[in-house]
Nanobody, 117 residues
């Protein structure tokens, strides 16, 4: 059984910063990649950033230059540093892990990020 526990969301003013964390628990758990997705009210869940076990990263165009993803493969922990936050970044952010070799996706419970003055 794999569980993902997220933390770090909250309310921040435009231009501010937040750091999200996600830690996985489970035995004999290997991964292909870890990432963050977000879902705003009435919208679909979209990819924000992803990092592979090889260290390759990819970002949504809307967050490039502002967000940074990092991770610890051994601890199956992933972080998202969010700077220069904008109101349009407001959403529920979900941690995602892709298991190796099954390719199965696991999701966290979500953490709310609200950017507002």
């Amino acid at each position: 059984q794999v569980q993902l526990v997220e933390s770090g969301g909250g309310l921040v003013q435009p231009g501010g910063s937040l750091r999200l964390s996600c830690a996985a628990s489970g035995t004999n758990f290997r991964i292909n990649a870890m990432g963050w997705y977000r879902q705003a009210p009435g919208k679909q869940r979209d990819l924000v950033a992803i990092i592979t076990t090889g260290g390759r990263t990819d970002y949504a165009d809307s967050v490039k230059g502002r967000f940074t993803i990092s991770g610890d493969n051994a601890k199956i922990t992933v972080y998202l540093q969010m700077n220069s936050l904008k109101p349009e970044d407001t959403a529920v952010y979900y941690c995602n892990v892709v298991q190796y070799p099954s390719g199965r996706n696991y999701w966290g419970q979500g953490t709310q990020v609200t950017v507002s003055s």
